[in-house]
């Protein structure tokens, strides 16, 4: 069976027609239930003798999904056609967990079971604290959490058989479970306080916030409105279809590699300041440009093709609308910022003058560049009281969910193979070795 013979929905038509070398090659199209039909090309090369060429996967489809679904022209984000506003006003992460992982809302039965199995995971094997402190205190904790993630798979062997549908349920508990707990210990690690264990009375948001906050001399009382800001923002990060980092994991998963292996390649991919290493330097940013006054030195900045620096926390690949996790971030920050008596942090203030320019500006606006989701995550963080080397770590903590249900789905398609993207090779053509005394 050819790989489009196995595909799960049949090609529906063949509506594309290619002539290569004067060849007419007809390919078929296939419909999604939302979204750009594909043109489907899995036989192109067996039939042409020619590759596509994409880098950056502009116009590429790489997978069939049905997780997340985001409409860039118009600024919507569904999380199995559930809208993000409606989940993140409305629901808890734990039930966006389940919705990701498994495709529906639980019922109340199914929350409480799933809510249980979670909180009795969020322990890690007491060995792994010995991990921390072969690390420097100064250590950027998303160095951290490569190394310890990475490392799970060498705690857990009964859940790294990819082949067993028992082994892979387990391993997505325990990464969503495990990773706060992981995340809050790199930071403790970092300022010098003792690990706080995880408390199965508190919920997750709650739970995250008691172990990074929390010290052993006294009680820690979580405050409800920065845990429900805590439970927003990890909702609004859970999965982005196949982003970079989703897509590093699912094309380290399509080897075989055990998910804590996989999910660790996601997180050094999220590092990156183009991706979910922006809200660190977005607030980075802001806090360098200071005042209000700078703003227009900025944006001059941002706009001169000879400058590499871009405005951060703006402009994203598939949003060419403003991107709807922004707007309830910037909710969110609003929020958080009076419940800590910082509503007129100059931050904030820089940050929406910043927006209001930059929306009016014709550079920004022909080029279709909206605040993202890293624009206003940062000036929130901070509030929370998270440093800012910790921002795209909490990033992280939202986004596994949304990395285990794309590796899962990844795992059981039937037509699914090991990634191998082929490439337009320019460099030398074939030539005889020399001897160095002869060259
Ligand atoms: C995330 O993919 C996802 O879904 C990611 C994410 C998720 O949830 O997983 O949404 C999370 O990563 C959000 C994006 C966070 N990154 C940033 O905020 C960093 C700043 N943004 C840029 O680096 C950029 O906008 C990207 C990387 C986000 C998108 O890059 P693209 O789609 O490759 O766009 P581009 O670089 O081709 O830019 C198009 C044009 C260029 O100008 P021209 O060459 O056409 O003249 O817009 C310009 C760029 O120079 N441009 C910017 C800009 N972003 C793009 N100019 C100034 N400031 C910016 N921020």
């Known amino acids: ?89 409305r629901g808890t992460f734990m039930e966006t967990c389940y919705l990701l992982l498994y495709g529906e809302l639980p019922t109340k039965e199914q929350y409480e079971t799933f809510c249980n199995l979670i909180t009795r995971h969020t322990m890690v094997h007491e060995q792994m604290t010995r991990f921390y402190t072969g690390f420097r205190r100064d250590a950027h904790p998303m160095a951290v959490m490569v190394g310890v993630v990475g490392a799970l798979s060498a705690f857990y062997h009964d859940s790294i058989d990819i082949k067993d549908p028992a082994q892979r349920e387990m391993a997505s508990i325990r990464m969503i479970a495990k990773m706060p707990t992981i995340a809050a210990m790199a930071y403790k690690y970092s300022i010098g306080q003792p690990f706080i264990y995880p408390r199965n009375e508190l919920d997750y948001s709650s739970n995250f916030l008691h172990m990074c906050f929390a010290v052993p001399c006294e009680e820690y009382k979580v405050d409800p409105i920065l845990a429900r800001a805590m439970r927003r923002i990890f909702i609004l990060h859970a999965d982005h279809e196949q982003n970079a980092s989703t897509s590093t994991v699912r094309l380290a998963g399509s080897s075989g590699a055990n998910p804590f292996a996989c999910i660790s390649a996601g997180i050094a991919c999220l590092w990156g300041p183009a991706h979910g290493g922006a809200n660190e330097a977005a607030l980075q940013m802001l806090q360098e440009i200071g005042t209000v006054d700078r703003i227009p030195e900025y944006i001059k900045r941002a706009k001169d093709k000879n400058d590499s620096f871009r ?69 929130t963080l901070k509030a929370l009281g998270f440093p800012t080397d910790m921002f795209t770590v909490l990033f992280a903590i939202a986004r596994t969910v949304g990395w285990i249900a794309q590796w899962k789905e990844m795992i059981e398609d039937p037509s699914q193979r090991i990634g191998r993207p082929r490439q337009l090779y320019t460099g030398p053509t074939e030539r005889s070795y020399i001897a160095i005394g002869d060259r």
């Not at 060849?23 to 039939?47: C, F, M, N, Q």
């Not at 985001?70 to 919507?76: A, F, L, S, T």
């Open 1 to 89: 069976m050819s790989v489009a013979e196995s595909y799960i929905g049949k090609p529906t038509s063949t509506d594309a027609s290619l002539v290569v070398a004067g060849e007419r090659h007809e390919l078929p199209v296939r419909k999604g239930s939302l979204g750009p039909d594909v043109i489907d090309i899995t036989t192109l090369y067996a039939e042409t003798g020619h590759f596509t060429y994409d880098p950056s996967f502009t116009s590429t489809a790489s997978c069939e999904s049905k997780i997340t679904f985001i409409d860039g022209e118009k600024g919507v984000l569904l999380y199995r056609g559930y809208p993000i506003d409606q989940l993140a006003e």
């Open 311 to 379: 405005l951060m926390g703006f402009g994203h690949r598939v949003y060419k609308n403003y991107d709807p996790r922004a707007r309830i971030m910037q909710k969110t920050c609003h929020e958080v910022l009076e419940a800590v008596g910082h509503e007129d942090d100059p931050i904030l203030q820089v940050a929406m003058e910043l927006e209001r320019i930059a929306l009016n500006d014709d550079y920004f606006v022909e080029k279709k560049l909206y605040p993202n989701i890293d624009f206003y995550s940062g000036i």
